[in-house]
Every structure is written in C-alpha cells, then in structure tokens.
C-alpha cells in the first residue's frame, strides 16, 4: 500500500503545479491558492506514507525480535531438560 499512497501524493503535487500555474497564467489567484493546497496536500500525504512505512517496519522488527527470544528460551529449556 505505500506505493500507492506515495502515488496518491505524487498526483496531488503534480495537479496542484499545473493548478498553480493556470493560475499564473491567467493571473487568478484562487487558482494559484488551491494549486498551491494541493501541493501541501501532495506533500502532508507523502509524510503520511514515510510515517506509515516506519512504523510498519519497526513493528516487523519488534515482532522478529521477539520471535527471536522465544526460540531462543524454547531452546534453553530443551537444553535443561537433558
């Protein structure tokens, strides 16, 4: 899913620069205001996704860790039962 947030975010900073320069070119400034609130939007999206693929992986490390100290007690136990 991290593609396609990252997709998502790279549409809305694309949409909101042609939306800017519309703007520009035809000397609206609401135009250039939503271009530009795009572009944010774009951008608070593409933060989003880093955040999400952050936790992601530090849960996938956290879980690895664990699996890790459980083998690791079930073969100390199998060690003490000889």
Known sequence: MGIEDKM?????KLKGKAEEAVGRATDDNSKILKGKAHQAEGAFKNAAADIKAHLRDSA???????????????????????
């Open 8 to 12: 998502d975010a790279a549409g809305d």
């Open 60 to 82: 996938d490390e956290a879980k690895a860790r664990r699996e890790a100290r459980r083998d690791e007690e079930i073969d100390t136990t199998r060690d003490t039962e000889r």
